[in-house]
């Protein structure tokens, strides 16, 4: 299962569903250019079939604190730390949404905006974006930044709970 933190009027509201690394702070008016490069004028046909994922149902749930949360998680909970502008973190969407399907049994997602929930991104020092931290019983103990494929980020996840048990 995967959460989505956002706005409400006294409460934070967590829409549970299933993001390199751009620093925090830079300006969004900031653009960055990359040049366009075609290989070759033909089209290309896979013959592969197209990959489908499980699709992770969304469950809203609503907490008095991002510490609440993860105070009362049965199991560890895997936090990225976002912004809607950054072009990484919007890669990691489908991955997270594979992760929490894949591991949906030993560890639950949650997803904060740094843009939103600025005191959160301060109280752990996000300094840079996507930035992932594992909590276990309430505290951070693993903490990595950038993007990743999922097969990788599945890997941290699983390498860094056999550690720590």
Do not use: H
């Not at 390199?20 to 290989?39: D, E």
């Not at 896979?46 to 809203?60: D, E, I, M």
């Not at 604190?65 to 993860?70: E, K, M, P």
């Amino acid at each position: 299962m995967a959460v989505s933190i956002s706005a409400s009027s006294s409460s934070l509201i967590l829409n549970s569903f299933n993001s390199s690394s751009t620093r925090v702070g830079t300006s969004s008016a900031s653009k960055l250019q990359f040049p366009i490069v075609r290989i070759g004028t033909r089209r290309l046909r896979s013959s592969s079939r197209p990959r489908f994922l499980p699709l992770v149902q969304a469950k809203k749930q609503t907490f008095s604190s991002f510490d609440d949360l993860l105070a009362n998680s049965e199991k560890p909970v895997l936090v990225d730390f976002y912004a809607t502008w950054c072009g990484p973190c919007q890669f990691m969407v489908p991955v997270l949404e594979e992760v929490s399907a894949r591991l949906n049994d030993q560890i639950q997602v949650v997803k904060i905006d740094t843009e939103k929930y600025p005191s959160i991104a301060t109280q752990y020092q996000i300094e840079a974006l996507p930035t992932f931290i594992i909590f276990k019983d309430g505290k951070p103990f693993d903490r990595f930044e950038g993007a990743l494929p999922a097969d990788k980020l599945i890997e941290r996840i699983e390498t860094s709970l056999k550690v720590t048990q």
